[in-house]
């Protein structure tokens, strides 16, 4: 579609990736929606986790997580290497600083699905990441998604829900908050969110610039 290869275009001139931050309960429908996204909006990099857990069901090591020991997990993060990193069920994730490095050499915006710890820690060193919170319809809902997984047990579900009302507590923090109550919708507004974010004046400026520099010295109307 032309509108795309402009945005491409577009997107090629900006210096900065923009950070999408995505957030969710456990069961929200999260990473379909990600997925989704990727599929449907150009320009878009998904940033991979490191994690020290192990792989679940069909995860693809390097797709889903990058997973690594919790010795290595360590030493990098004492090396500085995360942008953000947390402690989530006994198992560390984190992510590498280098996907914003990669995401500004191929000119895409970066994609972070992380949880609400992470996400407090990376508006914090990049104020300018865009953060989106979503949300199942109701408690009820979340607890069937999460059993309609069936990857886990009574007892993490349990946990899983506990946790669940105390990332919601935290809502306000986002800029924008998602009711997942159907995949198609959703999508449409996570895509609408990323257009809308690419084009607001302060992300422009860049390319404002040149274009009044045409008029500079245009003479005067006669009207």
């Given at each position: 579609m032309l509108e795309e290869r402009i945005q491409t275009r577009s997107e090629g001139a900006r210096r900065e990736p923009i950070v999408f931050i995505i957030s969710a309960p456990s069961g929200s429908g999260k990473s379909t929606l990600v997925s989704r996204l990727l599929n449907t909006v150009e320009g878009l990099r998904f940033s991979v986790s490191h994690t020290t857990?192990?792989?679940?069901?069909?995860e693809v090591p390097?797709?889903?997580?990058?997973?690594?020991?919790?010795?290595?997990?360590?030493?990098?993060?004492?090396?500085?290497?995360?942008?953000?990193?947390?402690e989530v069920f006994g198992?560390?994730?984190?992510?590498?600083?280098?996907?914003?490095?990669?995401?500004?050499?191929e000119g895409k915006d970066l994609i972070l699905d992380i949880d609400v710890q992470g996400?407090?820690?990376?508006k914090e060193s990049i104020p300018s990441a865009v953060s989106i919170f979503v949300l199942a319809p109701s408690r009820d809902i979340l607890e069937q998604r999460l059993r309609?997984?069936?990857?886990?047990?009574?007892?993490?579900?349990?946990?899983?829900?506990?946790?669940?009302?105390?990332?919601?507590?935290?809502?306000?923090?986002?800029?924008?908050?998602?009711?997942?109550?159907?995949?198609?919708?959703?999508?449409?507004?996570?895509?609408?969110?990323?257009?809308a974010e690419r084009v607001r004046r302060s992300r422009m400026e860049d390319q404002i610039r040149p274009i009044l520099e045409t008029f500079k010295d245009q003479p005067p109307s006669l009207f």
């Amino acid at each position: 579609m032309l509108e795309e290869r402009i945005q491409t275009r577009s997107e090629g001139a900006r210096r900065e990736p923009i950070v999408f931050i995505i957030s969710a309960p456990s069961g929200s429908g999260k990473s379909t929606l990600v997925s989704r996204l990727l599929n449907t909006v150009e320009g878009l990099r998904f940033s991979v986790s490191h994690t020290t857990r192990r792989p679940r069901g069909n995860e693809v090591p390097g797709e889903s997580y990058i997973y690594i020991s919790r010795q290595e997990f360590e030493e990098r993060r004492e090396r500085g290497e995360f942008l953000e990193q947390a402690e989530v069920f006994g198992n560390y994730y984190g992510t590498h600083r280098d996907v914003l490095r990669q995401a500004r050499r191929e000119g895409k915006d970066l994609i972070l699905d992380i949880d609400v710890q992470g996400a407090r820690q990376l508006k914090e060193s990049i104020p300018s990441a865009v953060s989106i919170f979503v949300l199942a319809p109701s408690r009820d809902i979340l607890e069937q998604r999460l059993r309609a997984r069936s990857e886990d047990s009574e007892e993490t579900i349990r946990r899983r829900l506990t946790d669940a009302a105390v990332e919601i507590s935290n809502y306000e923090q986002y800029d924008y908050v998602l009711v997942n109550h159907q995949v198609e919708e959703s999508v449409s507004t996570l895509a609408a969110i990323v257009r809308a974010e690419r084009v607001r004046r302060s992300r422009m400026e860049d390319q404002i610039r040149p274009i009044l520099e045409t008029f500079k010295d245009q003479p005067p109307s006669l009207f």
